[in-house]
């Protein structure tokens, strides 16, 4: 196992820089840079746009601002300086080589925008989508496992035909519209005023008791985990049931129950270790999806100030270091909790042998 995990690190770094460059060059290709905007705003406003704006400083290696030189009646010393103060004076392949190299590091430049280095910002915004995610998939396997097994044991019953239902409609109901029934009918929207509309907390946490700032966290929070898990424990749960239907008809379980063994101790001694595999298998997808795709609008629906909420502001803004940099750390993360999915594999069956598979 040691020589498979040493394997499977040395892969991220080729995965990494392969996952980069394909952004990068999609990224040359697409119009309206931050060089191109500054442009505009230079021709509209005035030279003193360029002296609010220089403040965005560093990370500009990261990728091209278009052709500056499509700009009418701009002097060539001030392209120069606009292109100069993004990092655009240098051809693409130089920009790509410098930003591996800082990323190596972990040193992701300064934003175009906000004045801060995308390190700061991603630390800054990192803790409200960890708290989003890690809750949505707590609350999601506390619901999916226990369902999916008494689905599978009671498969073909009216529980598990009305259930099967109420999973359908779940799933068919996309998790920002969701979103926006809860707002409507229990946070102001039209009905009932029980929960906050916007923020991780309120706004006098800091002078809140302890147990009130507990309480005030799981407050802020109940919409927007509520509004996630409609749409995840579906696919988790139907999963659970099919993985154990299928490993309840094997001739492991037809012996065990020959022996005179209990059904608990038939379904839970035998068929849940086995049965749990895919399950494990399915947890580095939920936790990225959660983290990162999936509460996007969710942030943006009620104002959680998250990664999700960065990255899509960032790419309407062409803010290319914190672009890049939250791609970074996303693909990453998620080579990473691959690798810990196949840890856990051997952890709960030690039959698995990646080692051996591999030299096959």
């Known amino acids: 196992m040691g020589s498979y995990i040493l394997r499977r690190l040395a892969l991220i770094i080729p995965t990494l820089v392969g996952i980069m460059l394909l952004n990068f060059i999609i990224v040359q290709a697409a119009p309206g840079g931050p060089v191109e905007q500054m442009i505009a705003q230079v021709e509209g406003f005035g030279g003193n746009t360029l002296d609010r704006a220089s403040g965005g400083g560093s990370g500009g290696e990261i990728s091209s601002g278009g052709d500056s030189r499509s700009s009418r009646g701009l002097p060539p010393e001030l392209l120069k300086e606009i292109e100069v103060m993004y990092g655009f004076d240098k051809?693409?392949?130089?920009?790509?080589?410098?930003?591996?190299?800082?990323?190596?590091?972990?040193?992701?430049?300064?934003?175009?925008?906000?004045?801060?280095?995308?390190?700061?910002?991603?630390?800054?915004?990192?803790?409200?989508?960890?708290?989003?995610?890690?809750?949505?998939?707590?609350?999601?396997?506390?619901?999916?496992?226990?369902?999916?097994?008494?689905?599978?044991?009671?498969?073909?019953?009216?529980?598990?035909?009305?259930?099967?239902?109420?999973?359908?409609?779940?799933?068919?109901?996309?998790?920002?519209?969701?979103?926006?029934?809860?707002?409507?009918?229990?946070?102001?929207?039209?009905?009932?005023?029980?929960?906050?509309?916007?923020?991780?907390?309120?706004?006098?946490?800091?002078?809140?008791?302890?147990?009130?700032?507990?309480?005030?966290?799981?407050?802020?929070?109940?919409?927007?985990?509520?509004?996630?898990?409609?749409?995840?424990?579906?696919?988790?749960?139907?999963?659970?049931k099919n993985s154990f239907l299928d490993e309840i008809s094997k001739q492991y379980v037809v012996t065990a129950r020959a022996k005179g063994l209990e059904e608990k101790q038939v379904l839970y001694g035998h068929v849940f270790r086995n049965a749990m595999l895919i399950v494990i298998a399915s947890l580095p997808g939920v936790l990225v999806a959660l983290f990162f795709t999936g509460s996007l609008l969710i942030e943006v629906i009620f104002s959680?100030?998250?990664?999700?909420?960065?990255?899509?502001?960032?790419?309407?803004?062409?803010?290319?270091?914190?672009?890049?940099?939250?791609?970074?750390?996303?693909?990453?993360?998620?080579?990473?909790?691959?690798?810990?999915?196949?840890?856990?594999?051997?952890l709960v069956d030690p039959r698995i042998d990646f080692e051996s598979r591999e030299g096959a």
């Open 91 to 240: 051809p693409a392949h130089e920009r790509f080589l410098k930003m591996l190299g800082d990323y190596a590091t972990f040193d992701f430049g300064e934003s175009f925008y906000r004045q801060r280095t995308v390190m700061e910002l991603i630390i800054d915004k990192m803790p409200v989508s960890i708290s989003l995610g890690l809750w949505s998939t707590l609350i999601i396997y506390l619901i999916s496992i226990p369902l999916g097994v008494r689905k599978a044991v009671s498969d073909g019953s009216r529980f598990d035909v009305w259930t099967s239902s109420a999973i359908v409609i779940g799933y068919a109901i996309p998790g920002f519209l969701f979103a926006i029934l809860l707002i409507v009918l229990f946070a102001g929207g039209s009905y009932l005023d029980w929960f906050p509309l916007r923020g991780l907390t309120s706004s006098n946490f800091d002078q809140m008791t302890w147990y009130q700032q507990v309480g005030d966290y799981f407050w802020h929070l109940a919409l927007p985990v509520t509004a996630n898990v409609i749409g995840g424990f579906a696919t988790l749960t139907l999963l659970t």
């Open 304 to 346: 959680l100030d998250g990664l999700g909420l960065l990255g899509f502001e960032a790419a309407l803004n062409r803010d290319y270091p914190v672009v890049f940099g939250t791609l970074y750390i996303f693909t990453l993360m998620g080579l990473v909790l691959k690798l810990i999915s196949d840890i856990t594999y051997v």
